[in-house]
């Protein structure tokens, strides 16, 4: 009784279809759709309307009133102090106190800008590894389809070696079993793909259920960085530096300065400016009206007294810079370390698929080879011979699986790369 050789597909590769849906436009198409974007956008806008509100003088303010009438008569044309009075007045900030203010608003936009591109990397990390998973369930149910057949052909030419005596029914039972089993996995695997395609939805719609284009990037320029880092020692804090997601914590810093330099202008005074005009209704001794009178003002407060106050704002200010500059640097580090984590995860995995292509998997052929023709000689149980043939079948799998998780790993690079 001949067996038919398990074949060792690795890497298949899914129809190509014009239409199909690429992982480039797959991306772009997340980012232009993503809501989260929308929301930087408005945060930017309400940031530079609320500094071009800031930088303006407050509304002046108009006063109306009578003044100075006598309580005896109450007559408004019996007392010369008399006056129906008309006013108006305009209070001036402290310093450069409204230039500085609009200032730190724009800063506070520009920090809304880093953080959408940082979403923007995040969706297209998150679209990536959606994608690679979609392509492995579906070259795993490929390759499990191709077994399928192989055990299925096996079956048909065991059931005709039992219906003669040549083969018994506990092997007869086995391969029953096994085909159901690869049922079982084609089952599981169509559940994860659609798992995986109904998250994809979330960022690119219902074209996550159309074909998938199998063209897989080429990333030779993160490649490239992972071999560099070894020479660079794995200090990546000039790449880092330049991260939307660092940037956005620099922009803070900025933003403190500015608080630091908001806080030096309340040791400035404020000054108020007033005209008044009023109006006399009483007439002199000769009969004629009395002339009318005009007031000017200009008022200033003096911090005299800044240390439960001034001080204290100032003090608080420059804490405040020492945190984010120390939020910053932490930030380096840990993103530094992630990095470097990830590139030797990246490395680890290269090591173990150079192992599966060298080793295992031409051991685990050479061993069911071996099997089968002990089980044509008698000398071995067909058992065996399936666990070899299922043994293969799942190195098989597992080789696709490092191969797809060194594609995400390569994608979390390019995160910290900012690609």
Known sequence: MKIHHLPMLLLTTIGFQVSALSLQDAEQKAVQDDPGQKIYQAQQASLIAQGNASSTLVDPMIKLGMANIPTDSFALDSDPMTQLSVGISQQFSRGDTRNITKNGFKLQSETAVFQSLDRRLLVKKTVRELWFNILFTEKSMQLVNENKLLFTSFYRDLESQFSLGLAENEDLIAAEIELALFDEKIAKLKQQSLAYRSFLSEWVG??????????????????????????????????????????????????????????????????????????????????????????????????????????????????????????????????????????????????????????????????????????????????????????????????????????????????????
């Open 206 to 419: 219902s074209a996550a259920y159309d074909k998938l284009q199998s063209d897989l990037p080429d990333w030779s320029d993160t490649s490239a960085f992972i071999k560099n880092s070894e020479s660079a020692n794995y200090q990546h804090y000039s790449l880092l530096a330049i991260h939307p997601k660092v940037q956005a914590l620099s922009q803070n810093i900025l933003v403190a300065n500015s608080n630091i330099t908001l806080a030096k202008q309340d040791y400035k005074p404020s000054f108020k400016v007033e005209f008044a005009y009023g109006h006399r209704l009483s007439e002199m001794d000769n009969g004629e009206p009395r002339p009318d009178l005009l007031s000017g003002f200009v008022s200033m407060d003096i911090p005299l007294f800044t240390d439960q106050r001034q001080d204290q704002k100032m003090i608080s200010a420059q804490h405040i810079k020492g945190q984010k500059q120390a939020e910053h640097r932490l930030l380096i580090r840990q993103l530094n370390a992630q990095l470097n984590a990830e590139i030797v995860n990246y490395q680890q995995l290269l090591s173990r698929q150079d192992r599966y292509q060298k080793s295992l998997l031409k051991q685990a052929k050479l061993h069911a080879d071996i099997l089968e023709q002990s089980y044509q000689s008698n000398t071995r149980p067909f058992k065996e011979v399936i666990q070899a043939y299922i043994h293969q079948f799942n190195l098989s799998i597992e080789y696709q699986q490092l191969y797809f998780d060194g594609l995400k790993s390569l994608s979390n690079i390019r995160y910290f790369q900012a690609l």
